[in-house]
């Protein structure tokens, strides 16, 4: 990527330096809350880094992010069974943690600079937003956990439970409003390459 310059090489390393420095970072109150945030994350990584390949259009990229995405579900794998044994030891307060987990999560780079128009962007190509976060994270991960199937839970456990599919329908709710929005946006902005094939009349891209 240096040598193509398929990224600017000065820019990336400033803003390395301003996420390492002064960088948002999860704050986990204890090893159960860095397990359920991390079991989200690192799966997450593992779609997103496998997308980015997928719709590169270039094999070399397609093969390298594919062996860094296997190696990312390697770690979720691991986080993921840490968590499902702390479900069979005592599931209320690990259940909650994950609830918890699952409806504040963002990913650790939201603070470096221009996060929410790189994340825009990203979403907009379709490598991962709102679909792709339920569809191929959350539902997969709280399906193998089989969280809707634990019996003997108390109170907090329970409401931990309904919480979790509450904002399971709304996400799911939001990423089909997402797509609609998307698809609008991307026919408008073929419309407009069609009549300005060179792409001269200026206007900015639609986003979603």
Do not use: K, W
Not at 7 to 34: C, H, K, S, Y
Not at 70 to 88: G, I, P, S, T, W
Not at 142 to 157: D, I, K, M, N, Q
């Amino acid at each position: 990527m240096h040598a193509a310059r398929a990224v600017d090489p000065v820019a990336l390393e400033r803003a390395r330096m301003a996420q390492v420095g002064t960088g948002a970072v999860p704050e986990p109150l204890g090893v159960i809350d860095l397990v359920a945030y991390v079991s989200v994350q690192e799966l997450a990584t593992r779609v997103s880094h496998r997308n980015t390949g997928r719709l590169s259009g270039d094999p070399v990229c397609e093969r390298l992010l594919a062996r860094v995405a296997q190696d990312e579900n390697l770690h979720m794998v691991f986080y993921r069974e840490l968590l499902r044994a702390a479900l069979e030891i005592d599931p209320d307060p690990v259940l909650t943690v994950l609830d918890a987990a699952v409806r504040d999560f963002a990913m650790p780079g939201q603070g470096m600079p221009g996060f929410a128009r790189m994340a825009a962007e990203v979403a907009v190509a379709g490598v991962y937003d709102l679909r792709v976060h339920h569809d191929e994270v959350l539902v997969p991960l709280l399906r193998s956990l089989r969280v809707f199937e634990l019996t003997g839970l108390g109170p907090a456990g329970e409401q931990a439970r309904d919480r979790l599919a509450d904002h399971l329908a709304q996400v799911d709710a939001r990423a089909t409003q997402f797509v609609e929005r998307r698809a609008r946006a991307l026919a408008v902005r073929a419309g407009r390459a069609g009549h300005d094939p060179a792409g001269t009349d200026g206007a900015a891209p639609e986003t979603a």
